[in-house]
């Protein structure tokens, strides 16, 4: 059973940024791709971005290419998220998830296809 806390929400003005950490516990995190996925108020959760097991391989949804970055450090069981450059529109709350595998494909893109979630942070941009 893996454990996942997210941390590092909040309220930023447009432009500012944030960097959202997840904290996991339980089996072997290198066993794990993890992956940030976000639910505006009224909306589906839908997918942000994804990183491999090894952290050599990334992928961003096209609305957060070049202003956020997925990153984890396996040493500390975290997974990072650093959003700059936001936007009103990136408000939601962000949830961490984790997939089990060390293989890489569309799955790790789908909320379906994920096997823990965190409880999600909230992040709030004012305009």
């Known amino acids: 059973q893996v454990q996942l806390v997210e941390s590092g929400g909040g309220l930023v003005q447009a432009g500012g940024s944030l960097r959202l950490s997840c904290a996991a516990s339980?089996?072997?995190?290198?066993?794990?791709?993890m992956g940030w996925f976000r639910q505006a108020p009224g909306a589906e959760r839908k997918f942000v971005a994804a990183i491999n097991w090894s952290g050599l391989v990334t992928f961003h949804t096209d609305s957060v290419k070049g202003r956020f970055t997925i990153s984890r450090d396996n040493a500390k069981n975290t997974t990072y998220l650093q959003m700059n450059s936001l936007k009103p529109e990136d408000t939601a709350v962000y949830y961490c998830a984790a997939r089990l595998g060390t293989g890489w494909g569309n799955i790790f893109f789908r909320t379906d296809g994920m096997d823990y979630w965190g409880k999600g942070t909230l992040v709030s941009v004012s305009s």
């Open positions: 339980g089996p072997t995190f290198e066993g794990y791709a």
